[in-house]
Structure formats: C-alpha cells, structure tokens
C-alpha cells in the first residue's frame, strides 16, 4: 500500500483564494442589492443571463477546441485509471 501524501498548506495560494473570493463577492453582492432594491430593470438582467450564458459557450467551445475538454473515447473505454497510472481500478465485465 503506497504511504499517504502530506499535504503542506502554502500561504500565497491561501491569500490569492481569499482575495479572488472576496472580489467575486464585491461583484455579485452590490448588483444583488441593486437588483432587488429596484433600481436595475428586469430587462437589463435578463440580458445580462444571456450575456454571461453566451460568452461562457464561446469560452467553452473555444477551450474544447484548443486544448480539447475530454479524453479520446479509445482511452475512455479502456479505463482513465489505466491510461493515467498503468493500473487498473476495477475489473470490466
């Protein structure tokens, strides 16, 4: 049985986590706010809805193929666990 793998905690990548939660935080919340407050119209956040919904495709589509977002289906039948680590997970029946 390979031995457990400590895990260190590295405070740079703590910090970045807190700031880049806490500037999604200062976007989300005051249009929150003035949404609900009423001073942002229906229209304009449906808008936005569709807006973020198509600009996430084009990111999606555009990642897919550059980099390409699954694994080929030969390597996917035969097993991730196989094609990553040389060993098999479970026994394919």
Excluded: C
């Excluded at 895990?7 to 976007?27: H, P, Q, R, Y």
């Excluded at 936005?48 to 589509?61: D, E, L, R």
């Amino acid at each position: 049985m390979a031995a457990a793998a400590t895990v260190v905690s590295n405070g740079a990548d703590t910090a970045w986590i807190i700031v880049a939660t806490a500037l999604v935080l200062f976007m989300t919340l005051p249009g929150l706010a003035l949404f609900y407050g009423g001073l942002v119209r229906s229209k304009s956040v449906l808008v936005t809805i569709v807006w973020s919904g198509v600009v996430s495709a084009g990111a999606f589509f555009l990642v897919d193929k550059l980099v390409g977002m699954r694994v080929p289906i030969e390597v996917e039948r035969g097993g991730l666990d196989l094609a990553e680590h040389q060993e098999q997970a479970y026994e394919i029946v």
